[in-house]
């Protein structure tokens, strides 16, 4: 998984009660665009991610 800053993560939920989750990508530490990544989530944590095969990385928005 490669990504850059300012790019969305989406994790998908593991059960049908909870939600998936989303948010925006605000460093890359690791090499060459590799995790783990610093991410703010939609509801405003900030958390360092490691993507697993539930997480798939979405193109910058429109317009930016």
């Known amino acids: 998984?490669?990504?850059t800053t300012g790019e969305r993560l989406h994790v998908h939920?593991?059960?049908v009660e909870q939600p998936d989750r989303t948010g925006v990508?605000?460093?890359v530490r690791?090499?060459?665009g590799q995790p783990p990544y610093?991410?703010?989530f939609d509801d405003g944590?900030?958390?360092l991610v490691f993507p697993g095969g539930d997480c798939e990385?979405?193109?910058h928005p429109a317009g930016t």
Do not use: D
């Open 1 to 3: 998984m490669k990504a």
């Open 57 to 59: 990385v979405e193109g």
């Open 45 to 47: 944590h900030e958390r």
């Open 25 to 27: 990508i605000l460093e």
């Open 13 to 15: 939920s593991r059960t």
């Open 38 to 40: 610093l991410v703010r």
């Open 30 to 32: 690791g090499e060459n």
